[in-house]
Nanobody
Framework: QVQLVESGGGLVQPGGSLKLSCAAS????????MAWYRQAPGQERELVAR???????NYADSVKGRFTISRDNAKRTVYLQMNSLKPEDMAVYYC?????????WGQGTQVTVSS
């Protein structure tokens, strides 16, 4: 059974930081590309950041220079370090794993940016 379990969401003030984690089980983690998506109320789910099995990364323009995606294959975990958070970053953040035709989603973790 495949599970992607996110953690680390919460309430933070504008300008603050949070680090999200996504722990994977049931997959050969090292061969999967991993990504973080987010979805704000009334909006479509959008890609935030992606890291391939080889470690190549790419980011949405809106988060470049503020967010960093990383992975630890030994821990089967992908991270999203979020700095300089803005109110427009507020959303449910989802972990996503993909390898060929196989893809999986986590249940999401809420990030609230508010003073």
């Amino acid at each position: 059974q495949v599970q992607l379990v996110e953690s680390g969401g919460g309430l933070v003030q504008p300008g603050g930081s949070l680090k999200l984690s996504c722990a994977a089980s049931g997959i050969i983690f090292s061969i999967f590309s991993m990504a973080w998506y987010r979805q704000a109320p009334g909006q479509e789910r959008e890609l935030v950041a992606r890291i391939t099995s080889g470690g190549n990364v790419n980011y949405a323009d809106s988060v470049k220079g503020r967010f960093t995606i990383s992975r630890d294959n030994a821990k089967r975990t992908v991270y999203l370090q979020m700095n300089s958070l803005k109110p427009e970053d507020m959303a449910v953040y989802y972990c996503y794993a993909v390898s060929g035709p196989r893809n999986y989603w986590g249940q999401g973790t809420q990030v609230t940016v508010s003073s």
